[in-house]
Each structure stands twice: as structure tokens, then as C-alpha cells.
């Protein structure tokens, strides 16, 4: 791309965990970092040992910080697991694996919390610490938690996530704080700035359907210029189980549905190549239709696919 | 020693850190496991990132169950410091060193306490999972701190002990929550069966003098058969601020003084061999003396110790 292309755009990007953390990290490549603020998901956080985890927020940050283990998707490069071995040995839960580096931000981020700080404060203290440049925002600093319905009860999010390994079949979802939590301040100050709003590929049930949620978001959203990059390829979910969700809710496990999904809020839908025979279905939900790779196997693969999300956002603020 | 020369003897050991953890180790190695409980000092436990740390307790279980590290005298043998490593990056508080296998006790403690679980119940869980055979008991469930008053002003107990590493001169300490706490009645009852309770050379102003000052101990301690070991030799505490506390305090930094602050509770007091020309003021306070090589320099040593202190306290019951 041309030497500084971006550099007067103004993006707010919408991110769940692994996918969303790429492409945030494709477009932090690509954008002055002052010019990007990533909003993340919060209703999949949760409390364990009495720490507080936000594994998406996490994914994000160690993303862009470059320490994200890339294996796992979760976590930090070369972290162990001696603090989890220990637990196991002392019969505590260890169904959610946290890394011996990776647990400093778990207290770190539990001791500013209950020193009284915002989980917006901590985040930036925690992105600075880490050197990032591109502000990451939680889409609240209020509690929001996903409950997943399913055939054997109500599940906490991690507790389907991690602990079920997704194996439930899921009936439906409940946001729970969806009444009393609202976006932040900073959050929807970035909306009003934004020359352009990327949905990354999350999921759009549990990852930006929580964001979007908040009050006052979609009705901001609506009149952006708005961009979202496909979470299922094929009819598979890249990670995570957006195709399994789809399907066990009796709908189709597609892109087409992904985008169905978000609208009328998008102007613009980013398919990727395998699917290009569907571009007439998404057109027909009122979208403008992009085809790309949209995998991201490498870090040029992220910027690039970043570049050509921004470059078709621009075209379409131009018509 | 003779074989099962110890087995009808139930002993009640107090004890805070380094020093009364090795003397409850000899004990637990003269002793069937079901005869001794070590009664542990919680007025140096802290809250830390949200989490309940406890820093006797965990000395006395790490050394009984044998992975103490022997260089420290605090943490597990071998343990790694990945998470405070990282936790420094952080800009996070990292005056109290906390190892990642270390953590995970404090984890799991943290977790059950928010269950609803005793401090109590979770230390049998914790011992029980460390193959620990003596009970080990904290002596109350209740919150109970000691603050040091200092010439820098009142410091919690690890503030001042690691934090500032006793540099600030004592002017005196305050127990806080001693109008509130109670012992545990598993502790009372343990004194009930005593047939003798042995004071570990721990501190007696913070370790010990926390434990004796729950409402109750001291009178049922008072009618029992009653030992304790030094904790000064030569002048000079083994481990830990004791000596600079009792020259602070304008008190002369010796045996006789560790004696004069448990009197009138004491029976017998087992002096240091270096000391062996005090044995005529200790007599004076009431106690019977015993000399012997204090100081436990292997597992042996705090087996010899053990075995000659309850030695000692068996001549006492025969008087």
C-alpha cells in the first residue's frame, strides 16, 4: 500500500477474541495508532480464584503487544504453567488454563479494580505497560455477562466455552446486565470521531452482538460508514463455535447468516473469496459485497486484508 | 530415640515462620502424626491483588510437607517466578515475592474462602492435598492483624517485615481485631487434650503473641504442662526482627527477655547452650531450664530438638 494511505482515517474497530484480535492487529499495522481505538467484548469475562479474567480484552492486548501465543490462540508465547500445575495438585479448578505470565495480568488488573480504577483505566494502564499504541477500550465498564442457553442448562460463557469445550447445544442466550450496563464514555466519543466502524470477524452472537447491545450503540452505528470482515468461511467459523451455534439455533452456518445478523447497521460485507457465489444473497440484505482472502495465516495476511477493509470503507464513504 | 518412645503423647505446638515450622517438623518426625497440631499465627496474613495470603501457615505446610525452600525460608524449593516477572512489567506491586507454584496456594485458599469455607477447613483441604499428616490449625478464623507502630508511623505487618525489611525502628504493635476474633474450637479442644503445649522459638512479641492473646487461651494454657524453645541465641534472634524489636523497645535482646514475655504461662523454657549462664535468671521467673543445641541446622537437628523438648516436658508432667 501507498506510504501513509490511512493516515487521515479515524477507524473503531469491533472485536471479540482470536479473529478480531487479528485483524486489530492488521489495522494497528496499517493506521497511525493514535487513528485506531479497538472496542472489545466484555460479556465473556469472568471471576475465578477471585480474579477477574477478560479473555477477550486479553487476546486483544497480548495480540497487538505481539506476545500472543499463536498455537493457542489464548494466552502468552512461551508461557508455563507451574502455578496451574500446582493447583491441579491441590485439587483446585483447572479447567481454565492460566499461564504463569499470563495470570500477572489476571492480578494486576483485579488489584486496580478493586483499588477502585474502571476496567477502562486498568486496560490503559495495562496497554501501556505492555507498549501499545492503538487505544483498547471494554465496550463497558459495567458488569455484561453471556448466559448460553442450552440443552443442559444455563452456562456461564466460559463455563460452555472452556470448561464444555462448546459441546452443549445451544437454545438461545441471555445477556444478564444488558438493563443497567452502558457503553463508556470514551467508547462512544470514539463513534463520533470514527470515519469509519470495522466489524471484525468475532462472533456476531456472543462476541459484538454483546457490544452492539449497549444502549445507544446501534443508534450511533446506524449512521457510520460500517465494514464488517465474514466470521465464517465455507460455512466453518474460523475458531470458536459460531458455525455450531448456527446451526443448533436451526440457521444456516454461513456468512450469509452472519451478515443477516448485522443489519441494517452494515453498509459494507467482506466475503471471503471460498464464498463469493453468495455475494447476491448479502447484496440482497443491503450491503455493498468485497471478496478477500480472508484468512490472515500470517501477519502480512492481517495487514493486508486490514488495508483492503479500509480501502473499501473509503469507497464506500465516497458514494 | 527409643521406638514409639512419644506415642501417648498429644502435643500442641505454637508456631509462627521459619523457626517454629522446623521445631513443628521435628515433631511431626517423633510424633504419630494424630497426636500433634500445630497451632499457626495469622496476624501476619495479607491481602495482595485481592488474594488472602498467609505466611506462617504456609511456611509451617511447605516445610511439613517437605518442599519449603531451604534458601529462603519462605516459597516452595525450586519454584520459578514467571508471573512476578511479569507483574513488574506491569508496573504492579512486587515487594512480596510470590513464587508461581507458591501462588497457587493462595489461589485455591482465596477461592474456598469465597466459597464460604473457614480458614480452617481450607487449611485441612490444603494439608491434606500436600500429604500433611499433623493437623495444622490457624488459630482463628477471625481477622486478626498485627500493625507495627514505627517511627515512619503504623506499617501492616508485611509492609514492614518485607516491604521495608523491619528498617523502621518499633515503637510498639497493635492487634487489630482482637476485641472481635475468637480461636477456633478445634484449637480449644487441642488444648483440652493436650498433654503438653510446646512454644516453637518463634517471635514472641508478632508470632506467638497473637495466638496467646485470644480471649480464653491463656487461662486454658495457664493449667497445662507447658515448654517453649528460645528463639534468641547469643543475642541474637535465628531469624527475623525479634532482637532489633526488643532494642527498640529499650528491652535487652536475650533469651531471658523471650522468657519474661511468656511468663507466667511457662513450665519449662529449653535455653541455647550458648546461653547455659542465664540459666539462673529464667529459674527466677518460675521456669525450669533445660539447655540443649538450639539451633536445628538439618532434619536431624530439628528431630533431636523436638525429642529433647518433649523430653523435657514429659520430666515436667512427672514432677
Redesign the interface.
Known amino acids: 500500500m501507498a506510504l501513509n494511505e490511512f493516515d487521515d482515517l479515524k477507524i473503531v474497530a469491533l472485536a471479540g477474541g482470536v479473529g478480531g484480535a487479528k485483524l486489530a492487529h492488521g489495522l494497528a499495522g496499517v493506521l497511525p495508532p493514535e487513528n485506531l481505538t479497538v472496542i472489545v467484548n466484555v460479556a465473556d469475562d469472568f471471576e475465578?480464584?477471585?480474579?477477574t479474567i477478560c479473555p477477550d480484552l486479553d487476546t486483544v492486548m497480548y495480540t497487538l503487544a505481539g506476545i500472543a501465543s499463536p498455537e493457542t490462540g489464548w494466552g502468552?508465547a512461551g508461557?508455563?504453567f507451574?502455578?496451574?500445575?500446582?493447583?491441579i495438585?491441590?485439587?483446585?479448578?483447572a479447567w481454565f488454563r492460566l499461564g504463569?505470565?499470563?495470570?500477572?495480568?489476571h492480578?494486576?488488573r483485579?488489584?486496580r479494580l478493586?483499588d477502585g480504577e474502571t476496567l477502562t483505566q486498568v486496560t490503559r494502564?495495562?496497554c501501556a505497560?505492555?507498549g501499545i499504541g492503538p487505544r483498547i477500550l471494554p465496550c463497558t465498564d459495567d458488569l455484561l455477562r453471556t448466559i448460553v442457553e442450552t440443552d443442559e442448562g444455563d452456562l456461564e460463557f466460559q463455563e460452555y466455552f472452556v470448561r464444555r469445550k462448546c459441546d452443549p447445544a445451544v437454545r438461545g442466550f441471555i445477556l444478564r446486565g444488558k438493563e443497567a450496563a452502558l457503553p463508556t464514555r470514551e467508547f462512544l466519543a470514539a463513534l463520533e470521531e470514527a470515519d469509519a466502524v470495522v466489524f471484525c470477524p468475532s462472533n456476531p452472537l456472543v462476541s459484538l452482538g454483546p457490544i452492539l447491545a449497549l444502549p445507544g450503540v446501534r443508534e450511533r452505528i446506524a449512521g457510520a460508514n460500517t465494514v464488517a470482515v465474514t466470521p465464517i468461511i465455507g460455512g466453518r467459523a474460523v475458531k470458536g463455535p459460531l458455525a455450531k451455534m448456527f446451526s443448533e439455533l436451526g440457521r444456516e452456518s454461513s456468512a450469509v447468516e452472519a451478515a443477516r445478523e448485522y443489519r441494517p447497521l452494515l453498509r459494507g460485507f467482506v466475503l471471503d473469496r471460498e464464498d463469493a457465489s453468495r455475494t447476491g444473497e448479502i447484496e440482497s440484505l443491503g450491503m455493498r459485497v468485497e471478496t478477500a482472502d480472508t484468512l490472515m495465516r500470517d501477519e502480512p495476511g492481517r495487514r493486508e486484508l486490514a488495508a483492503r477493509v479500509l480501502r473499501f470503507a473509503q469507497s464506500l464513504a465516497a458514494e
Do not use: F, K, N, V
Open positions: 475465578l480464584y477471585g480474579l502468552i508461557d508455563t507451574h502455578c496451574m500445575e500446582s493447583l495438585q491441590l485439587s483446585a479448578p504463569d505470565r499470563d495470570l500477572a495480568t492480578l494486576a483485579t488489584r478493586w494502564h495495562l505497560s505492555l
